[in-house]
């Protein structure tokens, strides 16, 4: 009796789940989803390493940053599973976090607080544009070399802040950057550990980015370069960064230009993947477009404002969902399971803050790579069109500013255009763009 209640008590669960997600109807089941959840959270897990590293150096607590890294994770991919219902996970965005410290706080001269509020601001934006659906019109108004630019650029963007933490490239007085001293422990095993997490990835071993960064964080120990403190302990306390927004620069042409920046590089990171990831669910319908579409890029504006109200960079959605979806995840359970796992996590602080500098270096230039691959894949035939998507992405990582190397190609594909006949290929909307980002490279 009891092995039939107990049989009985799990099949209501499972019909629950079932009702709920749809698991029968999108060809999936409950252990097929549990697994698909794990591998996803595996594979961006290194997310709770890097970004404290990186939001450090913009001034915060890394183990306050910790705390809302975790925290956002979480609660962005259960609204994303539960509202949604998509297999995607999200977390504070790669690149994304980079211009929030280096541009937006060392170049800039914001504060952090100012800069969670320009965060906050551009998922507003975010929740306006999926709200009353203009998304597509101002997607479809950037052309697709200048597109693919951007997510090259703050790749080579990522690279570039990699190289230099790890010390394989220093300043130099005439030439600018020049090489390091490649004998510094911390440089060999930056680049050992680059290409430990590709040849790891290349062979598709599971969480072969975090393994890579706790390998070479490991092997530095014994040289005094990481230090050991524990692996499980209660989490630190989040109270640094939350709430701690601060809109004192709200009205001036350069927090305008940020949030511009911060809402545009999110808009096409955040379609690519939504689209990218449920294609190859077989989530698309037959002609092409993806239902619920309004859902998740509400969720994915929540996660942008939630995330900066408790002390994070833009919160977006991950491509690495791809990876749980080929193990089969159809649904937003595979994301409830994503978001349980980023709470347990919360306990692994200790972890978190022995990864040193070289190590996450490691992941930037992996991740750096994996994004420069929009190069390849730009039309290289006409020379108005992809001479602006050079300057783009180039222009980020020698400026040190995303926003900059977006400016530049705006202002460079308007002006090419105009002088080459070709006005009519330049939308309104860029043509905005353009003089906005000219003002402010005028007023300075």
Not at 272 to 288: E, F, P
Not at 289 to 314: C, E, N
Request: glycine share 10%; proline share 4%.
């Amino acid at each position: 009796m009891a092995r039939k209640a107990e049989t009985a008590a799990s099949s209501g669960f499972d019909g629950a789940l079932d009702n709920y997600f749809g698991l029968k109807a999108n060809r999936t089941n409950v252990r097929t989803e549990v697994i698909a959840g794990f591998t996803t959270f595996l594979t961006m897990a290194y997310i709770i390493f890097v970004n404290p590293q990186i939001l450090g150096a913009a001034g915060m607590d890394k183990g306050a940053v910790f705390v809302a890294t975790c925290l956002a994770s979480a609660v962005c991919t259960l609204v994303m599973g539960l509202y949604a219902n998509y297999p995607i996970a999200l977390a504070p965005g790669m690149g994304l976090n980079a211009f929030f410290a280096f541009t937006i706080v060392l170049t800039y001269k914001y504060t952090w607080q100012q800069a969670l509020a320009a965060v906050f601001c551009s998922g507003v934006l975010f929740m306006l544009v999926s709200v009353f659906r203009v998304r597509e019109y101002i997607i479809d108004a950037i052309p697709y070399n200048l597109k693919l630019a951007i997510s090259a650029g703050i790749g080579l963007f990522l690279a570039i802040i990699g190289l230099q933490s790890a010390g394989i490239i220093v300043d130099h007085p005439t030439t600018l950057v020049t090489l390091g001293d490649l004998k510094n422990p911390s440089a060999i095993l930056a680049l050992l550990g680059f290409v430990l997490i590709a040849a790891l990835n290349y062979r598709g071993i599971l969480g072969g980015t975090i393994i890579g960064i706790l390998a070479v964080a490991v092997i530095g120990i014994p040289f005094g370069l990481a230090q050991f403190h524990g692996i499980v302990s209660m989490p630190p306390s989040l109270a640094p960064t939350f709430l701690q927004l601060d809109f004192s620069r709200v009205a001036e042409l350069s927090f305008i230009t940020v949030v511009l920046t911060l809402f545009l590089v999110d808009l096409f990171d955040n379609a690519g993947t939504l689209i990218g990831v449920t294609h190859r669910a077989g989530l698309l319908d037959k002609q092409g477009r993806l239902p619920r579409m309004r859902q998740a890029l509400i969720s994915d504006s929540f996660a942008a404002m939630f995330g900066s109200l408790i002390g994070t960079s833009t919160t977006t959605s991950y491509i690495e969902s791809a990876a749980g979806v080929n193990a089969g995840g159809r649904t937003g359970l595979t994301s409830v399971v994503v978001a349980v796992l980023f709470l347990i996590a919360l306990f692994f602080s200790p972890l978190a803050g022995m990864i040193p500098a070289y190590a996450t270096a490691a992941a930037l230039l992996y991740v750096a790579a994996i994004m420069a691959k929009g190069l390849a894949e730009m039309s290289w035939d006409d020379v108005t069109d992809y001479a602006p998507a050079v300057v783009t992405a180039v222009s980020m990582p020698l400026t040190y500013s995303i926003a900059t190397g977006i400016g530049l190609g705006f202002i460079t594909y308007v002006v090419l255009k105009i002088l080459a006949g070709k006005a009519q290929d330049a939308s309104p909307t860029i043509m905005v763009l353009a003089v906005l980002f000219a003002i402010k490279f005028a007023v300075g």
